[in-house]
């Protein structure tokens, strides 16, 4: 089975701490994901990556950037959090099929 | 750039009772995928579905391509049936990067 893991599944952090989220697959998959989710507003892209230290920014990516140093390891930063990013982190991974397989997620709380 | 959209937003149901759950696309696609997000927030793909149906145990789907449209069939449902469903596109022909519907909110009641 495909397995991807998250390095927390809660986490509270203060305003302007820099917050280090850590992604881990297990399938030798070229393509990485950070979304995050909130009510009423689905799942949006933050940052994509396709290959090693290759990355592409998504829909959502202000506030944040990435890290992709191993294949099967994808890092999202957030230089100095704030409140509104107060939200559900979810990774994924994907085959070149595109078939996305998500970890659990990470619900941080911003204080 | 491509927009997704579902309905209904959210479902009740008892126990028991079949549901459809539908996914609107609003351009050519070459893959769909169901989603199924359980209360703890994991998400697991039921169906990658570009067209035609499906069928795993009581979840089947249905994608029409040319309609630009797929169905999430559920029956006897249970509780263990409750979450979100997304479905999700290509953002753009052949990109590995997916477009997700809001989701629909399913409670099923014992």
């Known amino acids: 089975d495909v397995k991807v893991t998250q390095s927390s599944r809660y986490l509270v952090k203060r305003t302007g701490e820099k917050v280090f989220l850590e992604c881990v697959q297990d399938?030798?998959?070229?393509?990485m994901f950070w979304y995050r989710q909130d009510p009423g507003l689905g799942l949006r892209l933050i940052y994509f990556?396709?290959?090693?230290?290759?990355?592409e920014k998504g829909d959502i990516p202000e506030g944040y950037s990435v890290s992709r140093e191993k294949k099967e390891r994808f890092s999202l930063i957030l230089e100095s959090a704030s409140t509104n990013q107060t939200s559900m982190y979810l990774c994924?991974?994907?085959?070149?099929?595109?078939?996305?397989?998500f970890g659990p997620g990470t619900r941080l709380t911003v204080t | 750039g491509i927009q997704v959209e579902q309905s209904p937003p959210d479902l009740i149901l008892q126990e028991g009772a079949n549901s459809t759950l539908r996914c609107n696309f609003s351009d050519s696609v070459n893959n769909l995928q169901w989603f199924h997000q359980n209360p703890w927030g994991q998400l697991i793909n039921l169906f990658y579905i570009p067209s035609g149906t499906k069928q795993n145990g009581r979840l089947s789907a249905t994608t029409v391509a040319t309609e630009r449209y797929s169905l999430l069939y559920i029956s006897s449902s249970q509780t263990t049936d409750s979450g979100v469903y997304f479905c999700a596109v290509p953002s753009q022909g052949g990109s590995e990067k997916l477009v997700f519907g809001k989701g629909m909110k399913l409670t099923v009641n014992p």
């Open positions: 399938m030798d998959h070229e393509n």
């Open positions: 994924a991974s994907s085959s070149l099929l595109a078939l996305q397989y």
């Open positions: 990556s396709y290959d090693v230290k290759m990355k």
